[in-house]
Structures are given as C-alpha cells and as structure tokens.
C-alpha cells in the first residue's frame, strides 16, 4: 500500500516546499523506491493556465496536456517521473467538481458542506490515479494559516486518520530568521507555525528548518520540545549555491533516513548520490562559459520563465560551461539605438509569450542574430518571431505580421481552430474561453532527413509539449524556404510546421514546442545541449 508523506509550510510563502518535496523524491528513488509527488493549491482558479505570469510563474505543461503549477517541473526534473493532470488541483477544480455533482443530483439532495463533501473531493484526487508506487508526496501549497488552505489541510487530517501512521506522515517546512544584530536564530516563529498546525488537529513529526546558519544543538532540542518531536528530526534545510545540492544536503541533515525510520523501514543502505554530486561539481567548477541573452517579456519575475532557466542550466551541464544569462526586456530593442545591447553575446533566445506588447523588440532580436550568424533559439512565439522577421525583410511580405495582434492581410500566423490528437478532431473558436483551450500536451512531430534538428536528436521522429494556440501559415512554406527559412519538422499529418531552422547560419532553431519542460539536469534536453555548444564555438569567435 503506497504511504503518503504530506507537505504544510508556514511563517511565510516562497520557503521551498516544492523544492523540498521533489530532493525527498529524489532520495526516496536512490534508496530504491517508487514515488510519485503532487501539489495541491489553494486558489480559486480552475489551473494557472489563464494566470499572469508575472503574478504566478510559468505554467508548466504535462504530457497529457494538463496546464500546472510550476513545482511539477521541479518534480520532474528531480525524479523524472512524468506528471499527469491528476498531480496537480486547486481549489477551483475540487469545486467545479463538487458543483457539478449537486447539479446532476449526485449528492441525494443533501446539504452540500465543506466537510465533508468539498474534503471528501480532496481526498478522491490524492488517493487516485495510483498503482504500486511506494511513497506519494503531497506538496499543500499556501501558508498554514491562511483560509484558503483549510479544506485542503482538514481533508489531510481526515485522510492520515484513515491510513493510520504507518502509511501517512506529515513533514512541515518553517522558517527560522537569523537576526544578525543580535548574532543568533529565533525559534519562536517556527513554534507558532506548528501551534497553527496543531489547532487545524495535525501534528508535524519532521520539521524542516530553512535557515542561513546551522541549527545549534540548544535550539534543536528547544524546537524539538515545543514542537513534540524528536531532536533528530528537526532538519536543517540550509541556503546552497544551487538547488541541486538540496538531495546531497538533506541527505547529510538525515531527512530520508528519519522518513524511512518514521515508516519502520530499513536505513542501512545508503542512496547512491554520485550522479548528483557530479553534476555539482560541474557548475562549481565548469570548464567555460557562455552568455546567453534571454529577450522575453515577462522579465519581472524570473519564475515566469523557471524551466527555460533551468535547461539552459542543464546544457551548460553537458558542456561543462557555466552558462550567464542576460534578462532582457524585448520591449528595450524597440528603442532607437539599442539593439547593439545584444553584441558580445554568445547565444540569442526568444522564449514563448502572448499578446503584441514587445513582439517587435523580439523581431529585431531574431534580426539581429541572422544577420550577426549569432546562435538563436526560438521556441514557440521566438519561432513565430522569426518567421515573421523572415517573411518582412527576406520573403515577400513587409507588413507580415500575426493575427494574434490584429486583422491583417499578411498576417503569416494564425489561429488554429482544428487539429488532430491521435484519433480525434479537436476544434477551437476565436470567441470561445481561454483557459484550457490551446494546443496542449505532448504531440508527434517528423524531423527531415537532412536538417540539423534530425542529427541533433538522432530520431526520426520525436514527441514534444506543447502550449499555443497560434501556427505559421503552412501555405508560405515555399516563399519561406527560398528566404533560407527551412520547415524541417512537421506534424505527421503534414499540416503544421513545428521546427525551422536556417541552412545559412551555424545555429538558427526555432521550435513551436517547449523542449525546456522535458529537460534535466541528469538528461540535458538535445536542442539545449547543441544550442550551448554552439554558444561555447561562438564565444571563441568573439
């Protein structure tokens, strides 16, 4: 029977339970078992697919074509489990369910209540959808204490009530501040944090203690008394200088052995963690490096675009370089006399977007790297980018433009409102909602015989994610491809271009898919990795 191993945080947001949750995943997996992690989130929204970026981060994308919260591409990266839409639920899709069973007369005519029918959802969705894994980690998004997470944390009571403590713990991350003018670490907000956890009836058996400074053995036991467990299972959860040293850290604190002796199971055998340190190692002491300027729009939170960060990372892993990303605003290049910003640097990308706001800054940036043979990658709307740059200044369009920012009679991107998933026909309207409604999830794509795409992932054809709901108008692939614009992936059923790249350019990629949600740090994407490398060539030229 699968025991499930439940996340709470408290004193403040942002303390790295997801994190937390997806190293525990990785230890769990180097001892020899199954795992499977999942988030609950407390918002109102049915998923983050219609949220603002810069307000929520990125959305992460499954293979199934669900729309998530960003902690599951930390999962991923971590354990390289595929998530699925059952990994991920809000508050809003527990009740859209509930209210969609009251309507059909699910519930008999009975009062519908929080307790226990909104719990009693919460409870269907982590108990589903799993078959022999060992451990199911549950991620409680939100902050003990907020009203928001109560169902959530009422429902994980009633559960751990249910599976008895040999199949159900409770780990719970807090803070513990150093005031550095009086030299030492407080203890009491992390004692308040488990008081609240404590009055909603659970009572946390590991704490995990995100701190600047090493706990103290004084403070350990004053946290372990007031907080009713044992010293050994408060845990350091220490700042490091990069998020992969997290399994090898909480390693050494003992959190996966306290798991494991909390559930009675054996510790003798330790993790092998040498994949981990390796990669460690790598960033610590790369060999090159390498500056990649990133010309997004959503630059004022950087989780908006937190796996492209990371896959960038993880091909400077393959190229043992360090990789120096370059933030930039596209709307700066729409400025006289500021594209020169971009040289010097080794690698231009144009990562994905909605909307028209700093679409010609990104055109200029894709310019700039045609005409300078600066490596460019362009993935989603940094592809449509540079198709339109292609069609205005090579092609024969010079308005070119997309119909995502207007009517226009050279719009060379469009809407799709029909397209095939496996057997079936899936259809769109423009006036239709916007949530849920893209171009979502893993779908084939047939690479040419003699492009670079096909040699750098030695296949011929391969399965990537996908979120957009704009392509590039097959009909102009003929005056594309005589502007030096080579559509050399296709969708299997001909229709739509996926992959372009320049035959006159040492490295000029454009992708409709995200490639970056299937990368890791233990398996590097391809495109990221050929992408550095030719990044590492060019830093040689400059």
């Known amino acids: 029977m699968t025991r499930f191993i439940f996340i709470t945080g408290g004193v403040v947001s942002s303390l790295g339970k997801g994190i937390a949750s997806s190293a525990l995943g990785a230890l769990l997996q180097a001892r020899g078992y199954k795992v499977r992690l999942r988030k609950l989130d407390p918002y109102l929204n049915v998923d983050p697919g219609t949220m603002s970026p810069t307000q929520h981060g990125e959305v992460y994308v499954t293979d199934d074509g669900a729309e998530t919260d960003l902690d599951l591409g930390h999962y991923e990266r971590f354990t390289g489990v595929a998530s699925r839409q059952s990994d991920n639920v809000t508050t809003g899709r527990i009740y859209s369910n ?41 991620e409680i998004g939100g902050t003990v204490g907020d009203i928001e997470s109560l169902p959530f944390l009422e429902a994980i009571r009633q559960l751990s009530n249910e599976l008895g403590d040999e199949h159900s713990l409770f780990v719970h991350v807090t803070l513990l501040p150093y005031i550095r003018s009086a030299g030492e670490l407080k203890t009491k907000p992390t004692q308040h944090s488990v008081k609240e956890l404590l009055s909603v009836g659970i009572q946390p058996e590991i704490l995990l203690c995100r701190a600047e400074q090493p706990i103290p053995d004084g403070e350990r036991r004053k946290i372990a008394l007031f907080c009713n467990i044992k010293p050994e299972c408060v845990i350091a959860a220490l700042d490091v200088d990069t998020i992969y040293q997290v399994p090898i850290s909480y390693h050494e604190q003992g959190f996966d052995e306290q798991v494991l002796r909390y559930f009675g199971l054996p510790t003798e055998r330790a993790p092998d963690l040498s994949p981990w340190r390796g990669i460690v190692g790598r960033m610590r002491a790369p060999e090159h490096e390498v500056n990649i300027a990133v010309v997004g729009k959503y630059t004022t939170l950087l989780d908006s675009y937190k796996s492209l960060s990371e896959a960038l990372i993880h091909g400077g892993i393959a190229n043992n370089a360090r990789v120096k990303l370059n933030w930039l605003d596209s709307q700066v290049f729409e400025q006289p ?16 977007g909605f909307g028209e706001r700093g679409t010609e800054g990104k055109i200029r940036a894709a310019q700039f790297a045609r005409e300078h043979k600066v490596p460019y990658f362009g993935i989603c709307f940094g592809m449509q980018m540079a198709v339109i740059e292609t069609a205005r200044h090579l092609g024969t369009m010079p308005r070119a433009t997309s119909s995502e920012f207007g009517t226009s009679d050279q719009a060379i991107v469009g809407l799709m409102t029909e397209w095939v998933r496996g057997n079936q026909l899936e259809t769109r309207q423009a006036e239709g909602d916007l949530g849920g409604t893209m171009r979502l999830g893993a779908y084939a794509c047939d690479l040419a015989k003699d492009s670079k795409v096909r040699a750098i992932y030695g296949s011929e054809r391969i399965y990537e994610r996908h979120r957009h709901r704009y392509e590039v108008n097959m009909a102009q692939r003929d005056m594309l491809e005589k502007a030096g614009l080579y559509m050399c992936g296709i969708s299997p059923d001909g229709q739509l271009p996926e992959i372009v790249e320049r035959r006159d350019h040492p490295w000029f990629i454009g992708v409709q898919f995200h490639p970056e949600l299937k990368s890791k740090p233990l398996a590097p994407h391809p495109l990221f990795a050929s992408f550095i490398e030719a990044a590492l060539h060019q830093s040689r030229l400059v």
């Open 337 to 352: 006399d500021t594209i020169e910003k971009l040289a010097g640097v080794h690698g231009i990308l144009v990562p994905g």
């Open 98 to 138: 509930v209210i969609a069973r009251e309507r059909r007369g699910d519930y008999l005519g009975a009062t519908v209540q929080v307790i226990p029918h909104v719990t009693d959802a919460i409870k269907e969705f982590i108990r589903a959808d799993l078959t022999d894994e060992d451990f199911c980690l549950c």
